[in-house]
């Protein structure tokens, strides 16, 4: 059960690009990332297209607070399905409060609805205080990066 009785993740659809876009500019901000609103536009549209392997999720409490997205990939090493949260976003005034450990609750029960064995998420060198959040809702650190190359 998660802290926030008022808490639900809806599933984002076309009358919530604009407020995507907002937030999604301020996570991008945030992480020091380009943001293009037009190349994140079409990138959300190309999302909607694709439900196996994303899943977009408008962050609820009394208000919109934020969105988390979720992609799917498959992992012989996990045993199935995997589930990566791509992306969590949480409007700065509403942070601190546990609300990201409830969302990171509701996302593992999305997750598991969708099929998957295993829920993986990233964490920033520059973000330590992440390792303890994530750490605390249960998840493992293992001994090896993930790298990628743009193609």
């Not at 380009?34 to 408008?58: C, G």
Request: charged residues 20%.
């Amino acid at each position: 059960m998660t802290q926030y009785s008022n808490l639900e993740l809806k599933e984002a659809s076309s009358q919530d690009i604009d407020l995507l876009l907002e937030f999604m500019s301020g996570f991008n901000q945030e992480e020091n990332i380009n943001f293009n609103t037009e190349v994140y536009r079409e990138r959300i549209h190309i999302a909607f297209d694709s439900p196996q392997l994303v899943k977009l999720w408008m962050i609820i409490t009394n208000s919109c607070v934020g969105y988390a997205v979720l992609t799917f990939s498959f992992s012989f090493e996990f045993g199935g399905i995997l589930a990566t949260i791509d992306e969590i976003y949480i409007v700065p005034e509403k942070r601190g409060k546990g609300l990201g450990a409830s969302v990171l609750q509701l996302l593992a029960r999305e997750a598991k609805i969708c099929g998957a064995i295993t829920l993986s998420g990233d964490i920033s060198d520059e973000k330590p205080w992440l390792f303890t959040f994530y750490k605390r809702a249960g998840f493992e650190c293992y001994p090896y990066r993930p790298y990628y190359k743009h193609l």
